[in-house]
């Protein structure tokens, strides 16, 4: 018999979406327990497409310099297709992401390094167990215990795994390859007895092929294909003039991708007759895509002597049509989605399925939430998920050659249908784009809302008033801008003081606080906001709801007058926070206007759309916006946060 062991969280599969559940538990300080059958995490091959949102996912753990340093910026796509003479020649050259959507854009890096540096960060924190070469074996659920979140109702059992074969890379000796000298495991892992473990939640991250998935009785639903693609990382020897942009290759021999990577790698996607799939996988030999990738490019040259990894895939677009049950269990990434790589988002929804989840999940753990939020992960991912198959599928249509009603000479052609999803696939669609739907945790913007209803607190539920702020949109995470440092005039991105720690940010864009009126609205907020009885004082010093040193809602004051005519100990004290050690918090006010040394300042206000009169704006743990208002809808804002904490954190003053 083996141990039996506690934990909040149980997480099964250790790959992207593993990993960024891990990151939040954390960070956040929840006891959870990561497993995953492999000895090692990802060496080479698979996803290697970053977009904005990922990066700013990434940037609010502190992960993205390292990262942004090291993956290749793919700037511009480039479409080729062939003439009625057949030759190949360049159709167009776009930017390929959305310029001024994101402070970040489009990159790609090895999956493995994106894994390599999540777990790093896990490892770092202590309080989650890291267990490779371990699997699951049983299911149980205790459904009388499961509506007590006091509870452990889930019990599964863990067994150790022989080590899976190791993973085939050839290894090109370049700086930066971790290819070459690989260690014997990742972590000092899990050996010998079997392991009961009793968790309250677990998170079902183990890829396509989801034990935890099969377990609930689960399936993929959807369309599989035969339409064959093989996928190569190369070392490319070419006279193609684009080798370094993004592009697409249609011709009358087939369709091909190219997609620059760092290490000057170049990944291609090769659409792929079946026979020509069979042979591949007989001979298990790159050299047969790279025959199939020769002849597309024609009368280009294009060899390598170094194929670091080589695979074929199928395309299909299945999705699972439920992804949380019971606000227990949950599934999140390739368990709930599996598409072709054509969009490139394989890594980064699956990374944003448990950014959304995980905080959501620790917050509940740590009583600071109503645990019925979490039914808002469903409403909120499944919809992007399908989104993102329909996106695929648009996408595979035109892309794929055998699909095309008029055969080949149809083929070197890019449709409209199809250059509209390159359109959206470029505006980062899953991520930047994503605008979650009026729920528990975003106020609607219009004044009743059918099925939403507060957790656990009888009144009508709070409205947002999007004519505050124009361009921002309730549910959609909030755009970064340069802002100013009111004390030392230090420029920084509004992303950057908002990173990821499981606090809530209410912004209050102050207006010109040099107009009276506007400092006398403030004033107004110190005796609401910063009275001990608010719910906001009451949720900050909260016994059971403070975590690693960061307040449950922090708020900070973004205003747009002349940064010279105010002084901060003129302000109210909630926004110039005093502690007898650390003396005056100088990180709370931030103006909107130019800076000494960076472009871009004092353009907020107006490229979000708000008036010299401010508003104000709560952010969710995940950057998401969820309620915005005037400035001094402070009953508004209670409300909300009422009708999402639980009871023993409210003692409303205001009302
Ligand atoms: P995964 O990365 O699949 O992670 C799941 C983890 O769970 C794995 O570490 C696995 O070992 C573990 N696991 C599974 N079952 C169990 C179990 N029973 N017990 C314990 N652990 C378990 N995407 C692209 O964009 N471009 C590509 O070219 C591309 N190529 C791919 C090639 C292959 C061979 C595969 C498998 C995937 C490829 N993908 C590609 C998809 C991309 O890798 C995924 O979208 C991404 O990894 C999804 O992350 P995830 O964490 O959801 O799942």
Known sequence: MGDTVRTDVLIVGAGPAGLMAAAWMAQMGVQAMIIDQKAYHTRCGRADGLESRTLEILDSFG???????????TVE?????????????????????????SRFH???????????????????????????????????IDYDAIDDHSKFPIRVNLESVASLSKPHCNGIETPGSDT?????????????MDTVVEAKYIVGCDGARSWVRKELGLRLEGENSSDYWGVLDILPVTNFPDIRKRCILKTKHGTLMVIPRERKLVRIYVELHSDVATRYREEEDGEVLMNEVQKIMRPYMMKTKNIEWSTTYAVGQRVCPKIGLHNRIFLAGDAIHTHSPKAGQGMNVSMQDTFNLGWKLASVIQGALHPQ?????????????????????????????RRDADGETNHSWFDEDHRRAMEEENSSASGLAVIYKPNLLVASTTPCVAGVKPGNYEMAPSRSKPSLATNLRVGARIPSMLIINQSDAQACHLQQILPSTGQWNLIIFGGNIANPRQIWRLSHLEETLGHPESIIQRLNNHASVTTRGF??????????????????????????????????????????????HHTGGGQLYKSFGIGLEGCMVLLRPDQHLAFLSDMDDVKGLERFLMSITPEECHNPVIG
């Not at 960060?121 to 699951?136: A, C, L």
């Not at 495991?185 to 010998?192: L, T």
């Open 106 to 140: 489009e990159s790609t890096l090895s999956q493995a390094k994106v894994e390599e540096y999540l777990m790093e960060y896990v490892r770092g924190h202590g309080n989650v167990d890291i267990r490779r070469e371990t699997t699951p074996t049983t299911l149980e």
């Open 180 to 192: 070459s000298s690989e260690p014997q495991s990742d972590d000092s892992g899990y050996a010998g």
């Open 63 to 73: 992960l993205a310099d390292r990262v942004w340093a090291e993956a290749n910026h």
């Open 551 to 596: 307040s449950r809602v922090g708020m900070c004051l973004i205003h747009c007058a002349d940064r010279h005519s105010i002084e901060l100990q003129d302000l109210p004290t909630i926004f110039r926070p005093w502690t007898e050690d650390r003396g005056v918090d100088y990180s709370k006010v931030w103006v909107d206007e130019e800076a000494y």
């Open 373 to 401: 939020i979490l039914e808002t992960y469903q409403q909120e991912r499944l919809p992007v998920a399908e989104r993102l198959i329909a996106l695929d599928q648009r996408l595979c249509r035109g892309m794929c050659s």
């Open 77 to 101: 796509i480039a479409l080729w297709g062939g003439t009625v003479d057949g030759k190949l020649q360049r159709q167009t050259v776009t930017p390929n992401s959305q310029p001024g959507w």
